[in-house]
Antibody, heavy 121, light 108 residues
Framework: QVQLVESGGGVVQPGRSLRLSCAAS????????MHWVRQAPGKGLEWVAI????????YYADSVKGRITISRDNSKNTLYLQMNSLRAEDTAVYYC??????????????WGQGTLVTVSS | SYVLTQPPSVSVAPGQPARITCGGN??????VHWYQQKPGQAPVVVVY???DRPSGIPERFSASNSGNTATLTISRVEAGDEADYYC???????????FGGGTKLTVL
């Protein structure tokens, strides 16, 4: 069955960097665009970024553009999120999500358990 | 950017229907998806493509989408339906996902 396992979260100081990973299994990873979605404590869901199945295209929410980079390694079935210049408002649980459609659109059929990033001095 | 608007909260007695709306400009021209999220858990899709239910989701969950409003309806609400509900669309023009702000369903 589909499994998405995020890792890499933790406490980080403002302005520092962090890289999240999402290990995927149970489906053809290289055939799907993949997403990151985040949720600040007590707040709603916020879409963060998408990467094409082959890594050729990437799109970001305005709130993270220029500071966050999504990438993938299809040989390792792993999705990444490189977060730089972190701010307090980046504090959230970060989920990787598998869409129903291979092109990345539509709805998010499977979600990981999430990894918590806390930006605090 | 595209905005989806949901009421912050809806309260309903057990056995009664609950309706959660999601407003957006001409949302009827988009496919709308609905998620249920319980505390400490990842979201789970309960309706996709306006009105389709994934396997395992009770028939009590239904949805519609027309004009500027999409609606999730839970008929005969149960205590276990208490959760946050989010609507979502995929903005294919900008290649971005959009979520509504979420609605907390309270079962009285």
């Amino acid at each position: 069955q589909v499994q998405l396992v995020e890792s890499g979260g933790g406490v980080v100081q403002p302005g520092r960097s962090l890289r999240l990973s999402c290990a995927a299994s149970g489906f053809s990873f290289s055939g799907y665009g993949m997403h990151w979605v985040r949720q600040a404590p007590g707040k709603g869901l916020e879409w963060v970024a998408i990467i094409w199945y082959d890594g050729s295209k990437k799109y970001y929410a305005d709130s993270v553009k220029g500071r966050i980079t999504i990438s993938r390694d299809n040989s390792k079935n792993t999705l990444y999120l490189q977060m730089n210049s972190l701010r307090a408002e980046d504090t959230a649980v970060y989920y990787c999500a598998l869409p129903r459609r291979g092109d990345g659109g539509g709805y998010f059929q499977h979600w990981g358990q999430g990894t918590l990033v806390t930006v605090s001095s | 950017s595209y905005v989806l608007t949901q009421p912050p909260s809806v309260s309903v007695a057990p056995g009664q229907p609950a309706r959660i709306t999601c407003g957006g400009n001409n949302i009827g021209s988009n496919s709308v998806h609905w998620y249920q999220q319980k505390p400490g858990q990842a979201p789970v899709v309960v309706v996709y493509d306006d009105s389709d239910r994934p396997s395992g989701i009770p028939e009590r969950f239904s949805a519609s989408n027309s004009g500027n409003t999409a609606t999730l309806t839970i008929s005969r609400v149960e205590a276990g339906d208490e959760a946050d509900y989010y609507c979502q669309v995929w903005d294919s023009s900008s290649h971005r996902g959009v979520f509504g702000g979420g609605t907390k369903l309270t079962v009285l």
